[in-house]
Structures are given as C-alpha cells and as structure tokens.
C-alpha cells in the first residue's frame, strides 16, 4: 500500500467510448503524475501537476485528456482511444520521492 | 535524449545472489532508484542512492553506483522466489524529471 490509489484496476473499452481513469493520494503531495507502460519498453510520461496545474504534457495525443481538480485527485480522460493506447496506466505522486499506485490495465477493442 | 538502459531479463535460482544492471547518460542526475513491480501490481520504490554515495545496502539489497562510468547495479543476497517480478532502475535531477529504464524481469527458479 502507498497511499496512491487509483481505480479502476482493470478497463476494456472501445474505440468509440469515453471513460476515465481515476487517482487519489492522500500523502500530502502537491505533484502528481500519469505514466504510461508498455511492454519492454521505458515508462512513458504523459503528464505533471504541481499544485493543480497541468506542467508539463509529454506530447500525448489530444484523445488523453487529463483533469487535477485539487492536489488529491488526478483523472485521466479518455475518449475515442486506439487499441494501441492499450498499457498500464500508472498513477504517482510525489513529495520527497515519487510513489505509484498500482496502475489501471486499459484495453481497447 | 537521456536515456536509461537495462538487459530485459535474468533468471538465477533460489538461494543465489541476483544482478541488476542499469546504464544512464545524464551526467546531471542527483537520485538513483530501484523500483519493484509484482506481477499485476504498480511500482514499488525499493531504494535510491544520492549521485555523491557509492553504495547503499539495507538487508538483502545492496544499491551499487559508480557515477564514472554512470553505472547503477542492485544485488539481491539469497534471492528467492518471491523476488521474481520486474526491477525498473530509473533516474532524476529532480522529482519532476524522471527517466525510467525498460526494466530487467528477474525470474528466480527453485
């Protein structure tokens, strides 16, 4: 347990639907981040919030959309997604060091 | 860009010492890490190392740098098989500027 949940653990969509993909800390942290993992290949960062506000955005595709409402919570928007935007989609904060959640399986059909 | 290489796999058996090796190129990178990841689970920092120490241990894991040759290692004494899961070595010069290798999967055989 690290304190970064995220939910759901497991999503098959398809191409035409739009969900979300859900992270919560309460560790205190004021960053919080979305990576993607495939396999045998480097975690990919999507995304970075420092105090709500979006730092960066590693030049993912407009169909990812992410949403930080406060320093707790961090969405992660989907829509219209490709079945090879199918990975684990992993969550993590950070204070001194980053802490991960346990990811979201997503795959698209 | 930075890159953070590690082979893909490794299989020892039970009771051996296991060897992760990791390669970086930033020169600027402050902390170190070693994370774990269990099958269906997300990532589990295990330990870093300050780009200024040498070496770390704590219990089985020994965290080995040689910032020369920009060379991360990580040991596990005794390894058993409940070590088997992926170890991903990844690097920062600040929390927010993190590089992940591809990550060594470490089979342990009875």
């Known amino acids: 347990e690290t304190g970064v949940t995220q939910t759901p653990r497991h999503l098959v969509m398809g191409m035409t639907n739009k969900k979300s993909l859900k992270c919560e800390q309460h560790l205190g942290h004021n960053a919080m981040y979305w990576y993607k993992q495939s396999a045998k290949k480097p975690l990919e960062l999507m995304f970075v919030?420092?105090?709500?506000?979006?730092?960066e955005n590693n030049s993912v595709p407009s169909r990812f959309s992410p949403e930080c409402p406060n320093s707790s919570h961090l969405f992660l928007h989907l829509h219209t997604l490709q079945p090879e935007d199918s990975a684990l989609y992993l969550c993590a904060s950070s204070g001194n060091t980053i802490y991960f959640g346990e990811g979201s399986w997503l795959t698209v059909v | 860009g930075e890159d953070v290489e590690q082979s893909l796999f490794l299989s020892v058996r039970e009771g051996d010492s296991s060897v992760i090796n990791c390669t970086y190129t930033d020169s600027s990178s402050t902390y170190l890490y070693w994370y774990k990841q269990e099958p269906g689970a997300g990532l589990q920092l295990l330990t870093y190392i300050f780009s200024n120490m040498d070496m770390k241990q704590d219990q089985r894991l020994t965290v080995l740098l040689n910032k020369k040759d920009k060379h991360l290692s990580l040991r596990i004494a005794d390894t058993q098989t409940g070590d088997s899961a992926i170890y991903f070595c990844a690097e920062s010069t600040d929390n927010n500027d993190m590089r992940f290798g591809a990550g060594t999967r470490l089979t342990v055989k009875p």
């Open positions: 919030y420092n105090f709500k506000e979006q730092t």
